[in-house]
């Protein structure tokens, strides 16, 4: 039911084109703040490109009643709009790979850039903000640590708690697990799951079934670009819905409120 307050998210009849190809079609989505949402399908229907859509970096046609809608607004100074809406994307991965320490990393949500530069001036406060999204993550030992020599769970933790030092409406999660090993993909679930009980919003965006925590109820199938079912996550994480957006077999069990699927 729509709350009281603006939806985070009113997308209605998108369409976005990528060089000659629409990789979103009529695409309409409406997510409550407060909200935990995953949306799931495979690779090349068009999940990151809604990422971007709903960022700024990418916009629809201009078609009649095509609008999309961030917190009752369309238009948006994008560097407003990164504060209210924390990204972590697979994107970013480059700082994991600089020789940037720890602080550093989460420092850089301030300025939406890759590590911190002559050019930022770093305040009290934002090292404070900085320290207190580390300590979130159980990451503050990494302060001061290159990223470098630091585990690719603990590097996502640094990615999630650069997204947080704003404190925004919502966090956007861009296939989060990708690259990650077991330990870690388990870190990033704890990590996941104590923020949706925080009441941090999650839209969670993946391939990977596994992603989705307990808390998420509501998930968004995709396939070619365009809404396959939208609804609560008993009704729609089954066999046959996975198998035709997925055009696979699939074998599907569920255990302490995880899904898997093989």
């Known amino acids: 039911m ?3 307050h603006p939806p985070l998210l009113d997308l209605r009849g998108v369409t976005v084109v990528r060089g000659e190809n629409p990789v979103l079609q009529d695409f309409s989505l409406r997510v409550e703040e407060g909200e935990h949402l995953a949306i799931l ?8 490109t809604l990422i971007k859509t709903i960022t700024r970096e990418l916009y629809p046609l201009p078609r009649e009643g095509s609008t999309v809608q961030i917190l009752g607004r369309e238009r948006w100074d994008v560097f407003e ?15 994991s790979n600089q020789r940037i320490t720890g602080r550093d990393v989460v420092l850089s949500g301030f300025f939406s850039s890759i590590g911190i530069w002559p050019n930022h001036e770093v305040n009290d406060e934002m090292r404070e903000r ?4 580390m300590r979130r993550l159980g990451v503050g030992h990494l302060a ?8 690719s769970g603990e590097a996502r933790r640094l990615l999630i708690a650069r997204a947080l030092v704003h404190d925004p409406k919502a966090l956007l999660l861009d296939e989060p697990s990708t690259s990650l090993d077991l330990a870690a993909q388990q870190e990033l679930s704890e990590a ?11 839209l969670l965006v993946t391939h990977h079934l ?10 968004l199938l995709m396939k070619q670009g365009r809404v396959v079912a ?7 994480l089954t066999a046959a819905r996975l198998e035709d957006v997925f055009e696979r077999p699939v074998d599907l069990s569920r255990r302490d409120g995880y899904y898997h699927a093989w």
């Open 2 to 4: 729509p709350g009281p």
């Open 144 to 151: 001061d640590r290159y990223v470098t020599q630091t585990s």
């Open 210 to 219: 596994a992603d989705v925590i307990p808390e998420i109820e509501r998930v």
């Open 130 to 133: 900085a320290g207190r999204a």
């Open 41 to 48: 399908g495979p690779n090349g229907c068009g999940k990151s």
């Open 230 to 236: 939208d609804g609560p996550k008993a009704e729609l």
């Open 81 to 95: 709009l990164r504060r209210l809406l924390g990204i972590v994307s697979s994107d970013l991965q480059t700082l």
């Open 192 to 202: 996941m799951r104590s923020l949706a009980r925080e009441g941090v919003g999650l």
